[in-house]
């Protein structure tokens, strides 16, 4: 039996600014719990992106499919409605791609990660929601002098494989896109779009009902039984299924077998009051989503009313992978993520923080999310990794699950992504203090390389010791690192 949290991360009585905005007016008559006993041929586990745009695609492949899906609050209630706003593609994570799959499969998958982007807006054009999806594109941004540069390993990489995504930008550029003279350099990548994921999620809990899917909220699993059946077992009854597919982002970190590849903490995120004025007068454009090169990395952008929505990476560490309200209270950071912002865009001082609100994220150890079935119990399968990017991503993993569901194979994915990535680290409780003290040292070697100074050494050696950053090493291993992409962009 594979016992699940028992209770999912509640959100002290308010929702994410995206999910107040998508909620209002929303007629709550649609939310039904499972009660009773009933049968299935998938169950799927989690009303976030990932599950929804699975049972949609697998809707469109195998219409004959009777699918359930299953979320412990209201869809979209996860990290599908707290995040950033980002829906991004998988260029930035290139070397990891090639060091895990080889160039090949490297090329074809953030290709096909491109075009879910594209999709994802389409989806919103034929929904009539055009207006939560802005393809603006993203900056990958340095804002200060250690971070310059940093991209050039990855943009090499590409131009040797003879892929292009991105634009240097000059200065005089860089600053019309970003609205920022604290942006030092900077690349441009087109397919990249801001969004109100809020809105998009509960239309697409919308058009997962309208598909056929028996969508349920506000049911929480307890277990799934397995055996000669399958059986998903929640308060009020239970499902039998022929498959099941649990995409329940950092809550999957519960289960031992997956857990065993991830790491799990809390991202953070603010919104101001709207002002469009103020904005246009910084000349700051709405839409351009914007990452800096900081392993806690900064995210942020302007939206449409009017608002700079920030976030920063790497708060509360998960103990044991176990994570409770903890991970779920506004404000805790807000006032350093509000200090990033003035250092970011000052003449905005004055503008007041409206709105604030975080959540878990579920690093990978590779850096890339994983689609495994489980070992004891082959009828189950599991999505997780998305290490804070899963927005545009989440896409695609749709189209790979259904086509994994519907046909019972790999859907021609490379085995690195088919299996729980493994790495050593030490047990409890030194995992969990060592990563407070490894986060602690990548704060203050950050800091110090904002105010221009060289970090301390040892906050260098500790900051490398960080299991979920890496340095591409073409002609050898792949090894932990300070730096590199920004893993949590916002997603």
């Known amino acids: 039996m594979i016992s699940l949290p028992a209770r999912p991360v509640r959100t002290h009585g308010r929702r994410s600014l995206w999910l107040e905005q998508a909620l209002a007016g929303e007629d709550p ?3 039904s719990a499972v009660l009773g006993e009933s049968h299935t041929d998938v169950c799927i586990v989690g009303g976030g992106f990932t599950g929804m745009w699975t049972a949609l695609e697998l809707k469109a492949r195998a219409p004959g499919t009777d699918v359930t899906l299953v979320e412990a609050d209201i869809c979209g209630a996860g990290a599908s409605g707290r995040n950033g706003g980002f829906a991004l593609t998988w260029w930035a994570h290139f070397e990891h791609l090639v060091a895990l799959c080889g160039p090949e499969h490297a090329l074809s998958l953030a290709a096909r990660a491109e075009q879910a982007v594209r999709s994802i807006g389409e989806f919103c054009e ?3 929601i055009a207006d939560a999806f802005s393809l603006d594109g993203w900056v990958w941004a340095a804002t200060n002098p250690a971070q310059v540069g940093s991209w050039e390993q990855t943009v090499r990489l590409l131009e040797k494989l003879g892929a292009s995504p991105y634009r240097p930008l000059d200065h005089n550029e860089l600053v019309a896109k970003t609205g920022s003279t604290q942006h030092l350099a900077g690349l441009f990548e087109p397919v990249s779009a801001s969004v109100q994921p809020a809105k998009l999620a509960r239309e697409l809990a919308r058009a997962v009902r309208e598909a056929g899917v028996h969508v349920h909220e506000h049911s929480q699993v307890r277990a799934i039984e397995h055996g000669r059946r399958t059986a998903v ?7 039998q299924a022929e498959q099941v597919l649990l995409a329940t982002n950092a809550w999957a970190a519960g289960i031992p077998e997956i857990g065993a590849g991830l790491v799990v903490v809390a991202s953070d995120v603010i919104a101001t009051a709207p002002a469009p004025e103020r904005l246009t007068q910084a000349g700051i454009t709405p839409g351009v989503c914007i990452s800096d090169g900081r392993r806690l990395v900064n995210y942020y952008h302007a939206t449409a009313e009017g608002r700079i929505v920030f976030g920063k990476g790497g708060g509360t560490l998960a103990y044991g992978n176990r994570f409770g309200a903890s991970f779920d209270h506004p404000g805790r950071r807000e006032a350093l993520i509000r200090s990033q912002l003035l250092r970011t865009y000052p003449t905005l001082w004055d503008l007041p923080v409206q709105a604030s609100w975080s959540g878990p994220i579920d690093y990978s150890l590779s850096g890339l999310p994983f689609f495994v079935r489980l070992r004891d119990a082959p009828s189950v399968l599991a999505c997780a990794g998305f290490s804070g990017d899963g927005v545009g991503p989440s896409r695609l993993a749709g189209e790979l699950l259904a086509q994994m569901l519907a046909e019972g194979g790999d859907a021609g994915l490379p085995a690195a992504l088919r299996t729980v990535p493994q ?4 047990p409890e409780p030194i995992r969990y203090l060592g990563g407070r003290i490894v986060r602690a040292a990548v704060a203050r070697k950050e800091h110090s ?6 970090p301390r050494v040892l906050d260098r050696v500790l900051a490398g010791m960080d299991p979920t950053g890496y340095e591409y090493k073409p002609h050898g291993r792949n090894l932990p690192a300070a730096g590199g992409a920004a893993a949590d962009r916002a997603g």
């Open 29 to 31: 008559g649609a939310q």
């Open 126 to 128: 034929q929904r009539g």
């Open 233 to 239: 077992v929640l308060d009020g009854g239970s499902i």
């Open 423 to 426: 790495r050593w680290l030490p």
């Open 449 to 454: 390389e904002d105010l221009g100074q060289r």
